[in-house]
């Protein structure tokens, strides 16, 4: 049983038979604001590969998981991710959070979209906002603990497509970021993805 405070607040139903609550100082509305950013963060696949964000045609930034060693891992090369995390006023199974990428002095930030009938994963320029006011994101993954014991390897849902988070999956001698459907309790190697 917890011993968390729960705040009651009093309502009314008015003339119109709308609720109106009685004291609005406190409530808040749903959406996400930033609390801290944890910079430099490296990402690695179960394959030990990392995650890399690099320029491609067209003002395009591609991203892919390879090896690297430590002394290619460079600042500003694409590899250091800061993860923004997010007070969440509802009630998810899982922290709220953001990534971004510094790519040759340019700041990048991972979103979901849908492109030619497929739910992928790319990079646009922008700086992470401090506060989103909808009630869902292209920019918001849910950071979900594979088990109670590994504090390292994590999933990601996207809250704006449920059920997809992200993964990779191996092309040639590449693994590619992917947007991948998993069920919740489904184990999934190539959507487990690890914060040292």
Request: charged share 25%; with cysteine.
């Given at each position: 049983m917890s011993c968390e405070e729960i705040r009651v607040v009093a309502v009314k139903f008015g003339q119109d038979f709308d609720l109106y609550f009685a004291d609005e100082e406190g409530l808040e509305?749903?959406?996400?604001?930033?609390?801290?950013?944890?910079?430099?963060?490296?990402?690695?696949?179960?394959?030990?590969?990392?995650?890399?964000?690099?320029?491609?045609?067209?003002?395009?930034?591609?991203?892919?998981?390879?090896?690297?060693?430590?002394?290619?891992?460079?600042?500003?090369?694409?590899?250091?991710?800061?993860?923004?995390?997010?007070?969440d006023n509802r009630l998810e199974n899982g922290m709220s959070v953001a990534f971004s990428v510094l790519v040759e002095n340019k700041t990048y930030c991972m979103?979901?979209?849908?492109?030619?009938?497929?739910?992928?994963?790319?990079?646009?320029?922008?700086?992470?906002?401090?506060?989103?006011?909808?009630?869902?994101?292209?920019?918001?993954?849910?950071?979900?603990?594979?088990?109670?014991?590994?504090?390292?390897?994590?999933?990601?849902?996207?809250?704006?497509?449920?059920g997809y988070f992200l993964g990779f999956q191996k092309r040639e001698n590449l693994s590619k970021l992917i947007l991948k459907r998993c069920d919740e309790d489904q184990v999934d190697e190539s959507t487990h993805i690890i914060i040292p």
């Open positions: 509305c749903d959406h996400w604001m930033a609390v801290f950013p944890i910079q430099h963060q490296i990402f690695r696949n179960l394959s030990n590969q990392v995650l890399m964000v690099r320029p491609g045609p067209e003002n395009a930034v591609m991203s892919v998981f390879e090896s690297m060693t430590d002394q290619e891992m460079t600042s500003g090369c694409g590899v250091h991710f800061t993860i923004h995390y997010y007070k979103y979901c979209t849908h492109e030619g009938g497929e739910k992928t994963v790319r990079f646009r320029e922008e700086v992470v906002p401090k506060e989103i006011l909808e009630n869902s994101s292209d920019i918001i993954f849910i950071q979900k603990s594979i088990s109670p014991t590994d504090t390292k390897t994590f999933k990601f849902e996207s809250s704006l497509m449920r």
